[in-house]
């Protein structure tokens, strides 16, 4: 969605509302030059959203700091 700074001011609350509501981004404009852009808070910490979400999936076996050269038959 896209819109003026001039609109914006004028129904603030109500845009804050529905890209609460819709999840929405929100372009603001002054004279058609794009100036900021609203978007919906996100509460999730996590900076990557693959890590942590596969708990106690894997296994790891063995100690991965072992030097692994003497399981393999080096010709």
Do not use: Q
């Amino acid at each position: 969605m896209e819109i003026t700074a001039a609109n914006f001011r004028s129904n603030c609350f109500k845009i804050l509302d529905e890209v609460d509501k819709k999840h929405i981004d929100v372009v603001i404009t002054k004279r058609g030059k794009p100036i900021a852009k609203l978007v919906r808070y996100e509460t999730d910490s996590r900076s990557d959203p693959l890590l942590g979400g596969l708990p106690n999936v894997g296994t790891t076996i063995g100690d991965l700091t072992e030097p692994f050269e003497d399981a393999w038959e080096l010709d």
